[in-house]
C-alpha cells in the first residue's frame, strides 16, 4: 500500500530532515521518495546542503514538495499523521493510491539495458528514468 503527503507549502531542509527522521522510526514503513523542484547548484542555496537520515548523509537536491511512502498497512497510516501534525502545522493532505512502480518496465529494461537484472528490487520506481542512478537515489537500511 502506497500513500503520498502533500504539504501545503514546500519543505525546508531542516524541516525535510526531521519528517524523514521521524517516518523512519516507524515499524509499518517499507520505503520513503521525496519529490519536488530541484535544487539549483548553487552553494549560497541553504538548503542544497547534506541531511542526516538514521544517520547517514544524504545530498538534499530538491526541495520537497511530497512525501511517497510504502507502508505495511492501513494502521501506519494514523501514525504518519500524528508526525505530520507535530512537523507540519501550515497543513498536509494524505492520500492513499499507488504512487511507487512495484515491478521494472521496459523503460527499466531501455535505460539499463542487460544490466536490468541487476537493479535491486528496493530502487525500482524510486529513481528518474532520464538520470543517472548514482546521482538520483540514496538507500538507507533499516537497522534490524
Not at 18 to 28: C, T
Not at 88 to 117: A, C, M, S
Amino acid at each position: 500500500m502506497d500513500i503520498e503527503i502533500f504539504p501545503h507549502r514546500l519543505l525546508s531542509a531542516d524541516t525535510t530532515e526531521k519528517l524523514l527522521n521521524d517516518l523512519e522510526e516507524l515499524d509499518g514503513v517499507k520505503r520513503m521518495v521525496i519529490q519536488g523542484q530541484r535544487l539549483p547548484q548553487d552553494e549560497d542555496n541553504p538548503d542544497q546542503r547534506i541531511i542526516t537520515i538514521m544517520g547517514e548523509k544524504v545530498d538534499l537536491q530538491v526541495k520537497t514538495g511530497r512525501v511517497l511512502m510504502e507502508i505495511e498497512g492501513e494502521e501506519t497510516i494514523d501514525d504518519v499523521k500524528d508526525i505530520c501534525e507535530d512537523i507540519l502545522p501550515f497543513g498536509y493532505n494524505i492520500h492513499v493510491g499507488t504512487f511507487i512502480r512495484k515491478q521494472k518496465t521496459v523503460t527499466d529494461d531501455i535505460k539499463y539495458g542487460e544490466y536490468v537484472k541487476d537493479l535491486p528490487d528496493e530502487m525500482v520506481g524510486l529513481t528518474d528514468q532520464n538520470a543517472q542512478l548514482s546521482e538520483r537515489a540514496t538507500i538507507i537500511k533499516k537497522k534490524d
